[in-house]
């Protein structure tokens, strides 16, 4: 069966532009105003950043969805990785308080879960030198699960891990908090990590309603934030978000196959065909992607025992730039194996390399660096 995905254009975020848009992708798909009795709305909050620097979902997207449905209770949580910081100031400064306060949709925290259980590939388990080896794993998800249809409303941009971010990588922050962080000390190489990815939308996708993302202005680079801004003129919506995930492929120029999440995802459950409605689909010339060498290579089958083998050298290494970094210690209390110490230098026996630091910092002092090996292949 074709998965239909709507792609509508939509030049800025002027919020009647968007609401025109974000209704038009609602009624392409056949979601009725009244689909839905209570509904929660997910953007990607990953950092307490203004809407401008475009690292999380613009609240005039989560406005337009929020208005859209005429559900009898609706609120709208994300669950950053750094819990150390209140989420108040991350609604505050993401433009979701107000968005809050003009809706009527209370903000939500995720403080209690139920375990997802996972179940893993024989090929899936942490690299050899972790020694350990798994069929089957639970993973905590939010409780609103439980009783709420989740809207998914993610941000297109690109990702040090993962190559692109859009709308499959933004269910990773139904998992609460800290615990993202610990998942990465155990799917430790980009390869682990996106068959882990793979198998989590596997087992968590029943719950998604709708998979919308913002790709007004998308980021390219070094996202997923620290990246440049790049207009793309998108919403993109669809009720299957791999299909979603390959409509944004196309809109940024790169192979689905050449994602590995979406690779392993084709080679586990089968990619599903998509059927595109709306208005035409443009890629963005020469949109910047860092990984799509490295992309390539972990997703061609050939290389992955060699990867399996080099996993641990298979590098992409947080570096700070002292002269910008303000001390605000966000990626000492993110770092899932205390490899920052208090004076913020790395262990680099320690690093897991999971770039929760780089994804955090404020002030885009973290750089990322590639080991000799990453160089190697990519
Ligand atoms: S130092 Fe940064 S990249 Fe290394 S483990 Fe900690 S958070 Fe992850
Ligand atoms: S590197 Fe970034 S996150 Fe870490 S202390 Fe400096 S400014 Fe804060």
């Known amino acids: 069966m074709e998965e239909k995905v709507?792609?509508?254009?939509?030049?800025?975020?002027?919020?009647?532009?968007?609401?025109?848009?974000?209704?038009?992708?609602?009624?392409?798909?056949?979601i009725r105003e009244d689909a839905f009795r209570k509904l929660l709305f997910k953007p990607n909050m990953l950092s307490a950043r203004t809407p401008e620097e475009g690292v999380t979902t613009h609240p005039a997207v989560v406005e337009a969805a929020v208005r859209y449905f005429k559900s009898s209770e609706k609120i709208i949580g994300d669950s950053p990785a750094n819990i150390n910081k209140p989420a108040e100031l991350y609604w505050d400064k993401c433009g979701y308080k107000q968005v809050s306060e003009e809706t009527g949709a209370p903000l939500v925290k995720f403080s209690s879960s139920f375990m997802l259980d996972i179940h893993l590939h024989p090929h899936l388990h942490p690299p050899p030198s972790r020694g350990r080896k798994m069929e089957r794993t639970e993973v905590p998800v939010t409780d609103y699960l439980k009783e709420f249809s989740l809207i998914n409303i993610a941000k297109l941009k690109t990702h040090g891990l993962t190559i692109l971010t859009a709308a499959m990588k933004n269910l990773y922050g139904l998992i609460p908090g800290f615990r993202k962080s610990v998942l990465h000390s155990i799917f430790v190489s980009p390869l682990h990590f996106s068959e882990f990815l793979a198998v989590y939308y596997h087992a968590v996708k029943d719950y998604v309603s709708f998979n919308l993302v913002d790709a007004v202005v998308a980021m390219e680079g070094s996202g997923p934030a620290a990246g440049k801004l790049r207009d793309t003129g998108y919403l993109i919506g669809g009720r299957n978000a791999v299909a979603v995930d390959i409509a944004c492929c196309k809109i940024i120029g790169i192979k689905p196959e050449n994602i590995p999440y979406l690779k392993i995802y084709g080679e586990r459950?089968?990619?599903?065909?998509?059927?595109?409605?709306?208005?035409?689909?443009?890629?963005?010339?020469?949109?910047?992607?860092?990984?799509?060498?490295?992309?390539?290579?972990?997703?061609?089958?050939?290389?992955?025992?060699?990867?399996?083998?080099?996993?641990?050298?298979?590098?992409?290494?947080?570096?700070?730039?002292?002269?910008?970094?303000?001390?605000?210690?966000?990626?000492?209390?993110?770092?899932?194996?205390?490899a920052i110490s208090k004076d913020l230098k790395f262990d680099r026996k320690k690093c897991i390399n999971c770039l929760c630091c780089f994804e955090v910092c404020p002030y885009k002092a973290i750089s990322v660096k590639k080991s000799f090996i990453a160089k190697l292949f990519t």
């Open 269 to 338: 459950y089968g990619l599903p065909e998509i059927e595109l409605a709306g208005d035409e689909l443009v890629p963005v010339k020469d949109f910047d992607i860092p990984g799509r060498r490295t992309g390539a290579v972990i997703s061609n089958r050939a290389f992955r025992p060699l990867l399996g083998l080099l996993g641990k050298h298979f590098k992409a290494m947080p570096v700070i730039d002292y002269a910008q970094c303000r001390k605000c210690r966000a990626c000492v209390q993110v770092c899932p194996v205390k």
């Open 6 to 30: 709507a792609v509508v254009k939509c030049g800025s975020y002027d919020k009647a532009a968007v609401a025109e848009a974000v209704v038009k992708i609602f009624s392409l798909c056949d």
